[in-house]
């Protein structure tokens, strides 16, 4: 079964407005992490947060993490056609910590018109 | 991008063949992962490996099999290909946090 699940399933934004995904997820967790997806090609790690963290920088991206509503937003600032993808969160299956694998979510499918 | 190669990159094979599909890694990562992508489904493990002959089953791993006899190999196997085994299939390696993707084998099985 899916552990995070994206919302929303698509988003279509002006280049230059700020991009925010979300993505809720089922059992506790030790670390969420992002993907991004170009068409057809493999997935990105853009950024990993651990529970004990908050929130979280990476260049134009900002992520922040709810344990407590079981739930992770991904902000893109000032976006660019670039930006134009598919991202997913994902979990730990276990509490391994990734090494038994990750949990994807669907994914939002964000559009950025020139 | 980590050296990861997956091969054949495009596969279209007959129901009741066997396929086996390839990833490669020059990282010398620990981990390696078998996910499929679908419509609707995002993307769902098979099968992963710790090290050197020792693997295990993801969330999706009947009709699957894999191997992993050298640390920068592992091979996927269809045992007997079926039309629902239609995908995209991805690699992927780690050190134990963050994964790397290959680019993906698109099979169809007809």
């Known amino acids: 079964s899916q552990q995070g699940e994206e919302d929303p399933q698509a988003l279509s934004i002006q280049e230059g407005e700020n991009a925010t995904m979300n993505c809720s997820y089922k059992?506790?967790?030790?670390?969420l992490q992002w993907y991004r997806q170009n068409s057809g090609r493999g997935l990105v790690h853009l950024i990993l947060?651990?529970?004990?963290?908050r929130e979280k920088h990476s260049g134009r991206l900002r992520v922040t993490l709810d344990t407590s509503k079981k739930s992770s937003s991904l902000l893109i600032t000032a976006s660019r056609a670039a930006d134009t993808a598919s991202y997913f969160c994902?979990?730990?299956?276990?509490?391994?910590?990734?090494?038994?694998?990750?949990?994807f979510g669907k994914g939002t499918h964000l559009i950025i018109q020139p | 991008d980590a050296g990861i190669t997956q091969s054949p990159r495009h596969k279209v094979t007959e129901t009741g063949t066997p396929v086996t599909l390839r990833c490669h890694q020059t990282?010398?990562?620990?981990?390696m992962y078998w996910y499929r992508q679908d419509p609707g489904h995002g993307l769902r493990l098979i099968h992963y490996?710790?090290?050197?002959?020792?693997?295990d089953k993801g969330e999706v791993s009947d009709g699957y099999s894999v191997s992993r006899s050298k640390t920068e190999d592992f091979l996927l196997t269809l045992e007997s290909a079926t039309s629902s085994q239609t995908s995209v299939y991805f690699c992927?390696?780690?050190?134990?946090?963050?994964?790397?993707f290959g680019q993906g084998t698109r099979l169809t099985v007809v």
């Open positions: 059992t506790s967790i030790n670390n």
């Open positions: 990282e010398n990562h620990r981990y």
């Open positions: 994902a979990t730990d299956r276990h509490s391994g910590g990734g090494a038994d694998g990750l949990t």
């Open positions: 490996s710790y090290g050197v002959k020792d693997t």
């Open positions: 992927a390696i780690s050190a134990g946090f963050e994964a790397f």
């Open positions: 947060i651990r529970s004990n963290e």
